[in-house]
């Protein structure tokens, strides 16, 4: 192999989204009104990465998310720990084609049970039903944090009533149960499904989602 060879084989995924480290960002926003992160702004200012990133592993709700590059042709993986487990699979180009006017890096989405649901005429309420977990995440941020750089994480929920479910499950069930060779396809599929099909019903169009959570996520520079 060539030296040209070795450039051509790099992948052109690799360093665009690392491992990150995330702080659960609802506790500034849950009470309606957005308030600033004084403390995690002076905890961004220490220049000793390590102590920075130990201080997000000790807070409350802490998410690690690890990203596995192709795992299959044109599909990547990411892990989730910590207050939220499991993985998502996404399609790989969004890493190097950005939509224009979007900021979003990664976006994927999968189905959970789930206990609790929320609209907004009734609130939050126990229910013993199923939500699509949307995971969005966003392009580097550089101004938020400064000097630090991070990346902006939410979790969307869509609870989703019988025939949303009935619609959305088994366009879901084709990723789960799919040979590798038809990951892609049905992951598009799945996207198709819930952008032009899902997320067009008047209700959706109304409340497109139900809940959500989201973290600021930091490198292991």
């Known amino acids: 192999m060539g030296?040209?060879?070795?450039?051509?084989?790099?992948?052109?995924?690799?360093?665009?989204?690392?491992?990150?480290?995330?702080?659960?960002?609802?506790?500034?926003?849950?009470?309606?009104?957005?308030?600033?992160?004084?403390?995690?702004?002076?905890k961004s200012k220490l220049s000793d990465?390590?102590?920075?990133?130990?201080?997000?592993?000790?807070?409350?709700?802490?998410?690690?998310?690890?990203?596995?590059?192709?795992i299959n042709e044109g599909v990547s993986k990411i892990l989730c720990s910590g207050s939220t487990k499991g993985h998502f699979v996404y399609p790989s180009y969004y890493l190097v084609n950005k939509i224009k006017g979007e900021t979003i890096l990664v976006q994927s989405m999968r189905i959970i049970k789930?206990?609790?649901?929320?609209?907004?005429?009734?609130?939050?309420?126990?229910?013993?039903?199923?939500?699509?977990?949307?995971?969005?995440?966003?392009?580097?941020?550089k101004k938020t944090l400064k000097p630090r750089k991070c990346h902006r994480v939410s979790f969307q929920y869509v609870d989703l009533d019988k025939s949303e479910y009935k619609f959305i499950k088994p366009?879901?069930?084709?990723?789960?149960?799919?040979?590798?060779?038809?990951?892609?396809?049905?992951?598009?599929?799945?996207?198709?499904?819930?952008?032009?099909?899902?997320?067009?019903?008047?209700?959706?169009?109304a409340y497109p989602i139900n809940r959500y959570n989201t973290f600021y996520g930091f490198k292991e520079e």
């Not at 051509?8 to 309606?32: F, M, R, V």
């Not at 005429?121 to 939500?131: A, I, Q």
């Not at 069930?173 to 997320?199: A, P, Q, V």
């Open 3 to 42: 030296l040209f060879d070795i450039f051509k084989s790099k992948n052109p995924y690799e360093g665009i989204l690392d491992t990150l480290h995330c702080i659960n960002a609802n506790q500034w926003t849950d009470s309606g009104k957005s308030k600033s992160p004084k403390e995690l702004i002076e």
């Open 49 to 70: 990465n390590e102590k920075f990133l130990d201080y997000i592993k000790k807070s409350s709700r802490y998410l690690k998310i690890v990203n596995e590059l192709e």
């Open 171 to 205: 366009l879901y069930s084709k990723i789960t149960n799919t040979k590798k060779d038809d990951l892609y396809k049905h992951i598009m599929e799945l996207y198709k499904g819930y952008h032009f099909g899902l997320g067009e019903t008047e209700k959706r169009k």
């Open 114 to 141: 789930s206990n609790i649901s929320y609209n907004p005429d009734d609130g939050y309420k126990l229910s013993d039903g199923h939500s699509l977990e949307i995971l969005n995440i966003y392009q580097e941020d």
